[in-house]
């Protein structure tokens, strides 16, 4: 973009170095006719909410059929399911082959058979004898009264255990059907199924929790896979398999090992989190009060880049290089401490793009706030109607999801092998510099027409998904 021109000049909309490129872009995927919405959409993820009482219900019935298979108790069966992931094929195995040490190991049987000491009838806690018909026999042998078994589920209930609460003289678990042959008293049955179905939502590999605060919403997939999913109940955005923040390119593994080495890390990290920096060419020093990485300064109307201070039209005529990391040939001859050095370069390089991005996020919002309340204005003004300003929310809503995923891309290059580094990069920079412009041009939307910016979205969201589409697993 030419920088002179480019306030009051509606005509230099197009970023001529970019034109050929947009136009052979334009023409990939346009004859392709897609099988199914998962092709043309790489985070396409099919879910739906369910509540609790179906996910106990869909539960009940999953136990039901293993028993059958098994022909063990439900109590027994359940505690198979959720310790085994849900995985009736490997569990049937297993137990076929050798049941006793299958049961054994899941404490669903003592080790070695207890020889009893006491009458049958008396309780091993209070030592009374017990009138009342008991329950249920536990497998270990050990025999207690319903008053007993009562208040040891109300303390373990305080520590929301449910299938994991085991016998009161050994660790042979007791399992929920028995339990909830005990006469509970209301409120504790609540929280026992309450606790219940968490065990059992959280080791099955279809079933998720919403992780929105407060929000009780059980998401049910039809696989297990690490994509987006948008709780309709509070509308947290989340990972289904992790249940973290939505990461992609990432996987589930990449982000945690990366969040984790941020909290560890963070006192490093701290000094790049000024929005302060000085201009490279008048030394003003300027303040970032927008999303946009492509500043321009307001007193010599130098134009730049704010992640690596470099001159923009530079920067982005030639190749995109600002995203990318250029390792030292050298390190591997050098000493540790220099070897040191150079590990702590690289993450703050990753690092300090990655906490821009988020920053990048938050100011873009108060961008689109405005830009709200500006069409707010422009239609109690009678110029156009909500309709016709429309793709403004349209592209500031894009831009957020563009940033989003340019975010999770920098932990992703961090822990990438070199095979395929150099495609990511080169898809990675394609897709920052359509960010950027989409945010220059929202920061001065009056500059642009409707035009350019459907097209600039169009060039975004392409780039976005050809990332995804290539680099996404499963
Ligand atoms: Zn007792
Ligand atoms: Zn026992
Ligand atoms: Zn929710
Ligand atoms: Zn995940
Ligand atoms: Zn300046
Ligand atoms: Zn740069």
């Not at 039901?64 to 069966?77: F, G, H, P």
């Not at 592209?395 to 992703?412: D, G, V």
Request: negative net charge.
């Amino acid at each position: 973009m030419s920088s002179e021109n480019a306030e009051g000049d509606t005509s230099l909309n197009t970023d001529e170095s970019d034109s050929d490129d947009y136009y052979n872009y334009d023409d990939v995927d346009e004859d392709v006719v897609f099988q199914d919405e998962s092709e043309r959409d790489p985070e396409y993820f099919e879910y739906c909410l369910i509540t609790q009482e179906d996910a106990e219900n869909m539960m009940d019935c999953f136990v039901d059929e293993t028993a059958k298979k098994l022909k063990e108790s439900r109590s027994v069966s359940r505690i198979l399911l959720t310790l085994h992931h849900w995985d009736v094929d490997g569990i049937l195995q297993r137990y076929n082959n050798d049941q006793r040490a299958f049961l054994t190991e899941a404490r669903l049987m003592p080790e070695k058979s207890i020889p009893s000491l006491k009458p049958a009838n008396e309780c091993e806690v209070c030592f009374q004898y017990i009138q009342t018909p008991m329950q249920f026999v536990m497998q270990c042998g050990h025999t207690f009264c319903n008053n007993c078994w009562l208040g040891h589920v109300r303390v373990q209930l305080e520590n929301g255990r449910a299938l994991g609460i085991e016998c009161m003289k050994c660790n042979t678990l007791v399992g929920s059907d028995n339990l909830l042959s005990l006469k509970l008293g209301s409120e504790d049955l609540k929280r026992f199924k309450f606790f219940l179905l968490n065990d059992q939502i959280k080791t099955h590999p279809l079933f998720q929790w919403c992780p929105g605060a407060d929000c009780s919403a059980i998401v049910k997939a039809e696989s297990c896979k690490a994509k987006r999913t948008v709780c309709s109940k509070c509308k947290t955005t989340f990972c289904f398999q992790c249940g973290l923040d939505y990461h992609a390119p990432a996987d589930c593994i990449v982000i945690k090992k990366w969040v984790t080495k941020c909290q560890d890390d963070s006192e490093t990290a701290n000094y790049i989190q000024a929005n302060t920096k000085d201009c490279p060419k008048c030394m003003i020093c300027i303040e970032k009060n927008g999303g946009c990485n492509h500043m321009q300064c307001y007193k010599c109307k130098h134009e730049f880049c704010w992640m690596c201070l470099r001159n923009w039209t530079e920067h982005n005529r030639e190749y995109y290089e600002c995203s990318i990391y250029k390792e030292n040939p050298q390190v591997a001859n050098e000493n540790s401490g220099l070897k040191a050095r150079e590990a702590l370069k690289k993450y703050l390089f990753y690092y300090e793009r990655w906490y821009n991005h988020g920053a990048s996020l938050r100011l873009e919002t108060e961008t689109r706030r405005k830009i709200d309340q500006k069409i707010h204005e422009k239609v109690n003004n009678n110029i156009g109607t909500w309709i016709d300003w429309q793709y403004l929310l349209d592209a500031a809503a894009l831009l957020a999801k563009c940033r989003y995923t340019i975010k999770y891309t920098y932990p992703f290059a961090y822990y990438m092998e070199d095979g395929r580094k150099e495609l990511f990069e080169y898809q990675q920079a394609q897709l920052e510099r359509e960010i950027e412009n989409l945010s220059w041009k929202l920061e001065r939307e009056e500059l642009y027409k409707r035009g350019d910016f459907e097209n600039q979205m169009d060039i975004a969201e392409k780039r976005r998904r050809t990332l995804l589409k290539d680099f996404l697993i499963n």
